[in-house]
């Protein structure tokens, strides 16, 4: 049995909570509020966020970072991307041991790029930790809490280490892979987001199945298009943190960003979306992030900038999509060619 910090209690901390706490773990979760933490305790419930859902014996909230991170050798971190460099501040007083680092927040920073591990890399001191470990793949919270089959994939720079996290998590309805490719697993899960607005906003405006299968196809060559250009391997992207994550978050009305999306497509501004939701929207951030680097990358991504005409220059749904359907014609394997030369090439 091992103590295992998890900092974040929203939906998706809290259902890795309970993967850990069935596993035998001595679960320890970290909610910023108090009142938050003495509910989950008293309740053995996290209301707002997983209605219903009984939290094992073996989780106990905190809202102390120092009560959380005593003797603990892992560490999960699950809070929004624009939150990590704080959280990772503050967390450094409180590390009197190595600790393995595994995140599971998907999102890329705007203006720097970076993407969470790096950011990660960059607030704590490389020796205060063996490695940080990215887990990610078609994962509703809602569904992982009750035990519904799910399957994720963990990836580091030392694969011996993904293996050790491999350990952690697994169990009969919970599996995880392992992968070499940080790049490629982190930036799948962050990009996958900003198709999901997308997809919700094709819902919103009424349009069917063939354009939103059109618009996942699509999407995923922008994913592989961007993703290649900063060293991910190709392949990782036809797997569970590509085109799995792709369709769960594209698919089911559990995603908040299809859900934002949705709302967007009816014609609701952006910031009562957000204010609605009550819960961060990754895409979101992420849209102008990957906006920004597809500009950097001279990577052609017209799906993302048509998003990020919506959201940040009010741009009408209805007008992004004519402009995409009245592209210049293309052959579609050339995307294929491009990316299999890239990757051949480096």
């Known amino acids: 049995m091992e103590k295992v910090a998890v900092l974040g209690a929203g939906s998706w901390g809290t259902a890795l909570a309970i993967v850990l706490g069935d596993n035998g773990h001595d679960v320890h979760l970290w909610t910023h509020r108090a009142s938050h933490a003495e509910e989950m305790n008293r309740t053995h419930k996290n209301e707002k966020y997983l209605k219903d859902i009984m939290i094992p014996n073996n989780v106990t909230a905190h809202s102390e970072l120092s009560t959380v991170l ?26 009197n041991n190595k600790v393995t680092i595994t995140h599971a927040s998907k999102g890329i920073e705007p203006e720097t790029y970076k993407r969470v591990s790096e950011i990660i890399a960059e607030e704590i001191p490389e020796k205060l930790y063996t490695d940080i470990v990215v887990l ?6 809602e569904e992982v809490s009750l035990k519904h089959p799910t399957t994720v994939t963990v990836s580091a720079k030392d694969l011996s280490v993904a293996s050790t996290v491999q350990d952690l998590f697994i169990n009969e309805q919970f599996r995880v892979y392992t992968s070499p490719d940080l790049v490629g697993v982190e930036l799948g899960g962050a990009l996958k987001n900003i198709i999901a607005l997308g997809a919700g906003i094709s819902d919103g405006l009424g349009f069917g199945d063939n354009a939103k299968a059109a618009l996942i196809t699509r999407g995923l060559a922008e994913i592989a298009r ?3 250009s900063m060293g991910a391997n190709p392949l990782t992207f036809s797997g569970l943190t590509g085109i799995g994550d792709l369709i769960v978050t594209c698919t089911s009305s559990h995603s908040r960003n299809w859900r934002a999306g949705y709302k967007l497509g009816q014609g609701t501004k952006l910031d009562e979306v957000l204010e609605d939701m009550g819960m961060v929207v990754e895409g979101v951030r992420t849209a102008k992030a990957a906006y920004q680097l597809s500009k950097t990358q001279e990577v052609d991504m017209p799906i993302t ?31 294929l060619t491009n990316i299999l030369d890239d990757q051949m090439n480096n």
Request: charged residues 25%; contains cysteine.
């Open 70 to 95: 005593a003797d603990t050798e892992h560490i999960i971190l699950v809070v929004p991307t624009k939150a990590i460099r704080e959280v990772c501040q503050e967390l450094i007083p409180h590390l």
């Open 226 to 228: 961007l993703g290649t």
């Open 305 to 335: 900038a048509g998003i990020y005409q919506i959201l940040f220059e009010e741009a009408n749904p209805k007008d992004v999509v004519t402009q995409l359907m009245t592209r210049i014609r293309r052959h579609e394997m050339e995307d």
């Open 136 to 141: 990610s793949g078609p994962s509703h919270a």
